[in-house]
């Protein structure tokens, strides 16, 4: 079958292929540590489940509008004056199946044959795949590690070109955990500003973060900003809510109305018993995040000093979401079973045999020097992961 072009030029996302992988070997007895994990090994908070139940006993499970629930654009409303001191009106905000399906709204809404959009790599898988299902040309922007993985607006400003349409600001970042602080979204915002540029700011880590940092939405630096950036954000991080499907955008009143419309004439409305989950987690979820929270920043630690000890390999202090992202390029081109590790592929490969442990290259993310260890899964096994890790590449020749 001749299949549409756009098809040919993405592919399916690494990191649930990897973890298809992990659960292949689990079925098969096999005891495989899962450090791939993108999701919160935590249970959906009580009172979140019990608004979804609530609504499924009371008949709250037909069509709704299909831009989402006032009761619940009406949370997102609240939540963002509360936290970040932003105003919208309802008819800005757009509820959406999780926050990945809002940015592929965002996309279809917004770019076209011809367009750029500009992403700091690395990179979350999806950004670069949606836009090209969408025929743009997304443009890859290489940050530093030293400088915390950070797009600066002076990095931003070289890479814009009459087509840019737009730029990706992702913090807490997935896969670096890494946080942007005010002056650089300054920095940022400014160029975008000067360029007339459209903000894609994913806050969907913003309730994730450790050392005592608060959360800085770009679209909080001022009203001009605010009128420029779209805020993508959902329940599925902070809540322990994946499955639920529950996403949500805040921007300008247009933009908003034409997503809504792209989603009235694909999905419909996200699931309503979800909606109303939504609703409970955003008005009643803090107390919970706080225990997760405590519970990944000791988790964070234990990991990072663990992989600092392990000859070959560096790991900076991630200060958001839940991974670790490690340096292991002093690693390839050592010797395993099977010759010379070529890629953070092969390494990760090689520690998937060896060390029954699950990662993510960081190939998958637009970096060979670097992997993706997930801590959402629990201490005892970050323990025994890292100790198979240590011990899989002292082996290495
Ligand atoms: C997990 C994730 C999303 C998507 O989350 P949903 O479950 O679709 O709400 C979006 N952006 C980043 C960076 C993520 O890691």
Not at 65 to 79: F, M, S
Not at 116 to 133: G, K, T
Not at 157 to 163: G, I, N
Not at 283 to 297: L, P, R, S, W, Y
Request: hydrophobic content about 40%; glycine content about 8%.
């Amino acid at each position: 079958m001749k299949l549409a072009q756009r098809v040919g030029r993405t592919s399916p996302s690494p990191t649930l292929r990897i973890t298809a992988e992990a659960k292949a070997m689990a079925a098969r007895g096999v005891d495989v540590i899962d450090f791939a994990s993108g999701e919160p090994d935590f249970d959906t908070p009580v009172p979140v489940k019990e608004a979804g139940i609530a609504a499924i006993r009371s008949g709250f499970t037909k069509y709704t509008a299909a831009g989402g629930i006032d009761e619940l654009k009406l949370a997102v409303v609240e939540k963002l004056r509360r936290d970040q001191g932003l105003t919208y009106d309802t008819s800005q905000v757009l509820i959406s199946c999780g926050a990945k399906h809002t940015l592929y709204n965002l996309a279809q809404a917004l770019v076209e044959s011809g367009d750029e959009v500009i992403i700091p790599s690395p990179y979350w898988v999806s950004f670069p795949e949606q836009v090209l299902l969408n025929d743009a040309t997304p443009v890859l922007v290489q940050t530093e590690e030293r400088q915390g993985f950070r797009l600066t607006g002076e990095l931003l400003a070289r890479h814009v070109t009459p087509r840019t349409k737009a730029v990706v600001v992702n913090t807490p970042g997935n896969p670096t955990g890494s946080v942007y602080d005010r002056r650089t979204l300054e920095g940022i915002a400014a160029v975008a500003l000067r360029h007339d540029l459209l903000i894609i700011s994913d806050e969907i880590y913003e309730k994730l973060l450790y050392d005592g940092l608060t959360h800085v939405s770009i679209a909080s630096l001022g009203p001009e900003v605010q009128a420029r950036t779209v805020v993508v954000n959902g329940v599925s991080k902070a809540y322990a809510m994946t499955g639920w499907r529950i996403g949500y955008a805040a921007g300008p009143k247009d933009l908003i109305t034409a997503m809504t419309t792209v989603q009235s004439q694909s999905t419909s409305n996200p699931t309503s018993v979800a909606q109303k989950a939504a609703v409970a987690a955003l008005n009643q979820g803090e107390a919970f995040i706080k225990e997760m929270v405590a519970e990944f920043d000791q988790r964070r630690r234990v990991m990072v000093e663990r992989l600092n000890k392990i000859p070959g390999v560096t790991c900076a202090m991630p200060n958001g979401a839940f991974y670790t992202f490690p340096h292991v390029g002093r690693l390839i081109g050592r010797r395993g079973p099977e010759g010379p590790l070529t890629s953070a592929t092969a390494l990760a490969a090689y520690l998937l045999q060896e060390a029954r442990t699950v990662m993510v290259p960081g190939e998958a993310f637009g970096s060979s020097d670097h992997v993706r260890i997930s801590y959402a899964t629990s201490m005892p096994k970050i323990v025994e992961g890292l100790n198979r890790i240590e011990e899989a590449i002292r082996r290495l020749k």
